[in-house]
């Protein structure tokens, strides 16, 4: 017999509602969840567990929180927030999923609400993470703008035969910028 066929038997098992062989595939699926190449067998088994666990109890909020991290773990963050997504009528105040919520969010981008679930969970672990990327697409975005700042002032400029390469902007003992031209 297989390794396959023994892990066939327990998912079928576990179809079957017996529940002496839980134990045994949580850890197996942890197990497996470590090697980038069985995650996708992890996640056939949490899926399994998250099947035949009544809705909100700790096996299936367990079993919701691996399928989204390690989907999370294998870039496919749309699949991560949608596994969260679709449970939280069952686990909406789990503290740990909304944790994985927050990541993924911030993975996608989508931080203004990444910082809301975390502040009305009170993640504050997650907060850095949150802070990091917000304070990294601010930089991101300021760049972009003084990008797009010198390349107006260049066609600008540049009716006049100048350029922004010859600007000195100085901001003098008063406050006040003064703008020197070399040619």
């Not at 595939?25 to 088994?45: F, M, Y």
């Not at 399928?67 to 294998?74: E, G, T, V």
């Not at 997650?126 to 700042?149: C, M, P, Y």
């Amino acid at each position: 017999m297989t390794s396959e066929d023994i892990l066939e038997s327990k998912l079928k098992q576990i179809d079957s509602k017996n529940l002496t062989g839980k134990s045994h595939l949580i850890s197996e699926a942890q197990v497996l969840g470590q090697n980038q190449d069985t995650k996708n067998q992890s996640i056939d088994i949490w899926y399994r567990l998250a099947q035949s666990s009544a809705p909100g109890e700790e096996t299936y909020v367990q079993s919701i929180n691996a399928i989204s991290q390690l989907y999370l773990q294998l870039g496919k963050f749309d699949s991560s927030l949608s596994v969260i997504e679709d449970s939280l009528e069952y686990t909406h105040n789990d503290k740990c999923l909304r944790q994985t919520q927050c990541l993924v969010l911030d993975k996608l981008g989508r931080l203004e609400e990444a910082e809301k679930i975390s502040a009305k969970y009170d993640l504050s672990h997650v907060d850095q993470v949150i802070g990091e990327s917000i304070t990294q697409k601010e930089e991101h975005d300021r760049e972009k703008a003084l990008i797009a700042l010198k390349n107006t002032s260049n066609r600008f400029l540049g009716i006049f035969g100048l350029n922004t390469d010859m600007l000195n902007i100085n901001q003098g003992e008063d406050g006040n910028y003064r703008f020197n031209i070399n040619k």
